[in-house]
């Protein structure tokens, strides 16, 4: 039973390059998240995707791009790494409520770190 | 602007003791809140759900309380133990009933010592 999978865990990039990080969750869910969690600030809400072909923006989306092609897997690029984009990422999947609120589930991150 | 606050960045208490972290909000009347469990390296895992017209929840040694005319929510931990040691997270929908998008507290950082 994986649930979330994020791919990579770990990851260095050089200022400037580019990368896509993969989220994959089994669970036939309509609803997937990206944050980014620093210290200090708490898990911010990047994009997120209501539905496959569907992508929208959240709290901090300048510097991300996403895409969902396929209703299990959410991916999120980092089109030229700056050093304040160094944090750890996580991705997280939801059923639609359909008359019950349904909890968050999350990936245990990817690591970035931007030199 | 909306605003979450959880109590304190950390809390130190002695096993067998209870664990009170507050969570408070300022702006919003959610429909619901939510507090997840955080351990290092890893994602935040749901515990408990509270609704808007629910006062308190249960679950083995969790509850949380939820009162709307405060906007607090209180999540305790009795028996702590050790193991309960973790970062914990409040949450709730600012969205005005989309029901779909989550903000987090900044997270209380509970250590129980054996």
Same mark, same amino acid.
């Given at each position: 039973?994986?649930?979330?999978?994020?791919?990579?865990?770990?990851?260095?990039?050089?200022?400037?390059?580019?990368?896509?990080?993969?989220?994959?969750?089994?669970?036939?869910?309509?609803?997937?998240?990206?944050?980014?969690?620093?210290?200090?600030?708490?898990?911010?809400?990047?994009?997120? =995707?209501?539905?496959?072909?569907?992508?929208?923006?959240?709290?901090?989306?300048?510097?991300?791009?996403?895409?969902?092609?396929?209703?299990?897997?959410?991916?999120?690029?980092?089109? +030229?790494?700056?050093? +304040?984009?160094? +944090?750890?990422?996580?991705?997280? =999947?939801?059923?639609?409520?359909?008359? =019950?609120?349904?909890?968050?589930?999350?990936?245990?991150?990817?690591?970035? +770190?931007?030199? | 602007?909306? $605003?979450?606050?959880?109590?304190?960045?950390?809390?130190?208490?002695?096993?067998? $003791?209870? !664990?009170?972290?507050?969570?408070?909000?300022?702006?919003?009347?959610?429909?619901?809140?939510?507090?997840?469990?955080?351990?290092?390296?890893?994602?935040? &895992?749901? /515990?408990?759900?509270?609704?808007?017209?629910? %006062?308190?929840?249960? $679950?083995?040694?969790? $509850? &949380?309380?939820?009162?709307?005319?405060?906007?607090?929510?209180?999540?305790?931990?009795? !028996?702590?133990?050790?193991?309960?040691? !973790?970062?914990?997270?409040? !949450?709730?929908?600012?969205?005005?009933?989309?029901?779909?998008? /989550?903000?987090?507290? %900044?997270?209380?950082?509970?250590? &129980?010592?054996?």
């Amino acid at each position: 039973n994986a649930g979330v999978t994020q791919t990579p865990k770990f990851r260095v990039l050089k200022t400037g390059q580019s990368m896509t990080l993969l989220c994959a969750q089994d669970m036939n869910h309509e609803y997937m998240y990206w944050y980014r969690q620093d210290p200090g600030m708490g898990l911010r809400l990047i994009h997120y =995707s209501v539905g496959e072909g569907t992508t929208a923006k959240g709290e901090v989306p300048d510097g991300y791009n996403v895409s969902r092609l396929k209703k299990q897997n959410f991916l999120l690029g980092l089109e +030229s790494a700056a050093p +304040s984009q160094t +944090s750890v990422y996580f991705c997280a =999947s939801r059923a639609p409520d359909g008359g =019950s609120n349904q909890p968050q589930h999350f990936g245990d991150g990817t690591r970035l +770190s931007i030199l | 602007s909306q $605003k979450i606050e959880q109590n304190s960045e950390a809390l130190n208490i002695q096993e067998g $003791k209870t !664990a009170t972290l507050t969570c408070n909000y300022t702006n919003y009347s959610p429909a619901y809140l939510q507090w997840y469990r955080q351990d290092p390296g890893r994602g935040p &895992v749901f /515990l408990l759900l509270i609704r808007e017209n629910e %006062k308190e929840k249960r $679950k083995e040694r969790l $509850k &949380v309380t939820f009162d709307t005319t405060l906007k607090q929510s209180l999540f305790h931990i009795t !028996a702590s133990q050790p193991a309960d040691s !973790a970062t914990y997270l409040c !949450a709730l929908d600012i969205t005005g009933g989309s029901n779909y998008k /989550l903000t987090f507290g %900044k997270g209380t950082l509970l250590t &129980v010592n054996p």
